[in-house]
């Protein structure tokens, strides 16, 4: 009787951990109360495009603290793809201090599991031995998503090459 009440209990407790993993699916931190990312939300928003906006400053977020694994988590790509990357991303990040500061993000949904985004994203590079700015301006990525079990980048297409060309001051910026 005591092994089965054991069995019992580790049941309930596996069964319990599984839907609250589930439930968390790809849930992301709020950021629609967070000063700094609250003008990217809209009233019209729905449940599914505030979650949406929500991995996505997830994902800039990572990339910004210079997390490779969190950042190359939202892409969909094979493991050997995703490590070349990390090596890639890691080995950048030594000596450049990137980071992608959202301005705007919309969103549209084909259906429930398949979306695309639109972000638009002042990037800054400074060097970290001289505190240089190598670059900053404004671009637009998009983002084309599939939701399964969570979201995943399918496919990611960067701004313009031109838009390298002009490079913002921070009163550009900051208008």
Not at 21 to 44: F, I, M, V, W
Not at 84 to 110: C, G, H, K, W
Not at 116 to 145: H, N, P, W
Request: glycine letters at 2%.
């Amino acid at each position: 009787m005591k092994h089965l009440t054991r069995s019992l209990i580790l049941t309930v407790l596996s069964v319990l951990l599984i839907l609250v993993c589930t439930a968390c699916g790809d849930r992301a931190p709020d950021y629609s109360k967070n000063e700094a990312y609250s003008h990217l939300y809209t009233e019209e928003d729905t449940a599914d495009a505030v979650n949406l906006k929500n991995v996505i400053i997830a994902h800039l977020e990572a990339y910004n603290a210079a997390d490779a694994e969190g950042y190359f988590a939202l892409f969909d790509m094979e493991k050997d793809d995703r490590a070349f990357n990390i090596m890639q991303f890691e080995s950048m990040r030594q000596t450049v201090d990137l980071t992608y500061t959202p301005e705007s993000i919309y969103t549209a949904f084909l259906n429930e599991d398949n979306a695309q985004a639109l972000i638009t994203v002042t990037c800054k590079a400074t060097d970290k031995a001289t505190g240089a700015i190598q670059f900053y301006y404004r671009t637009e990525l998009s983002y084309t998503m599939v939701r399964d079990g969570k979201w995943k980048i399918t496919l990611n297409t960067p701004g313009a090459e031109e838009d390298l060309m002009y490079t913002l001051t921070t009163e550009s910026a900051e208008s």
